[in-house]
């Protein structure tokens, strides 16, 4: 039988080849961490360390086997208990999460202004990216949540998907686009217009489905994407000058459709709601700090939802 901290003794031992530096580590002192080997060696029946006279000492093939197996129970626990404090320690420290482009654009601004007024001590630390890459850093540990858009809809037991919100994709263009003066117009008519956007998987795929010839989704493939930008809003003067579309959830452009700078072109056969979730690691609760981090989010969502209609 060993014990955890007999475990932890014999690992930072192995790892330190010195007591003296070993019972720093263990917070303990330098005899104490001695005499508990000792005990451990006599109890196991078994040599571990050899011991010189300057306090150095050399593992064999014992102590090195505890410390190669016993040497992950050790991070696991002691990461566990880290978590633990963050869970506990609620009003200090970061919140590290991830969000999607259209997320950080549309949302995030007012939630982080929401939750650093009511947090003082808790640093917000974020990053922006896509689906695959933030799913990336969840699972490192880089990140403890993230919100964005689910492209595939992908069963993936590593993690739990929440819904966040819907939002209904639409197409704009300048007002008098040439698509503008047409009676109905379809997913094939767009084929001869470059599209701006930041949001191209399971949209792409869509229309390609609509398409009734290879020569239509080719000409189709050189122009969607023309443009993939951070941010959608930078598009506006490209698009309010040129024949270039913008294809963003609906609503992120009321201002400039209300100011008469761009139009929503209305297509019969295109449909495409974008599911945006917020993604947690499967089994883990996020702390409370976390927990408030999630809830700004969700009621600036809602605030944003209300303003746009």
């Not at 050189?222 to 024949?243: H, Q, R, Y």
Request: glycine content about 4%; overall charge neutral.
């Amino acid at each position: 039988m060993i014990t955890f901290k007999e475990l932890r003794y014999v690992t930072l031992l192995n790892k330190h080849k010195n007591f003296s530096q070993a019972a720093k580590h263990a917070g303990i002192s330098q005899p104490a961490l001695s005499m508990a080997i000792s005990k451990l060696e006599e109890r196991l029946d078994l040599k571990l360390f050899y011991r010189d006279t300057n306090g150095m000492v050399r593992s064999n093939i014992y102590s090195d086997f505890l410390s190669n197996e016993g040497g992950n129970i050790v991070k696991n626990v002691d990461d566990v208990m880290l978590r633990l404090k963050s869970i506990t320690k609620k009003n200090t420290g970061s919140v590290f999460f991830g969000v999607g482009n259209i997320v950080a654009e549309s949302i995030l601004p007012g939630a982080l202004k929401s939750f650093c007024s009511k947090n003082k001590e808790v640093y917000p630390n974020f990053i922006s990216g896509y689906w695959y890459e933030l799913r990336d850093k969840l699972l490192r540990q880089e990140i403890n949540f993230f919100i964005t858009a689910n492209h595939l809809d992908a069963v993936d037991d590593e993690i739990t998907q929440e819904d966040f919100i819907n939002l209904k994709l639409n197409f704009y263009a300048r007002v008098d686009h040439p698509l503008t003066k047409l009676d109905k117009i379809k997913c094939v008519n767009l084929i001869e217009y470059p599209v701006i956007t930041y949001h191209t998987v399971s949209s792409k795929k869509y229309i390609f489905d609509k398409l009734e010839t290879q020569q239509q989704i080719d000409r189709f493939e050189k122009n969607f994407p023309a443009g993939n930008l951070e941010s959608v809003k930078l598009a506006v003067p490209i698009v309010s000058d040129t024949d270039y579309l913008i294809m963003s959830p609906e609503k992120f452009f009321n201002n400039e459709v209300n100011q008469g700078l761009l139009k929503v072109i209305e297509i019969e056969d295109f449909d495409l709601i974008l599911k945006i979730k917020l993604v947690t690691r499967s089994n883990e609760i996020l702390s409370p700090i976390e927990a408030e981090m999630v809830e700004s989010l969700v009621l600036e969502k809602d605030t944003f939802v209300g303003r746009q209609n």
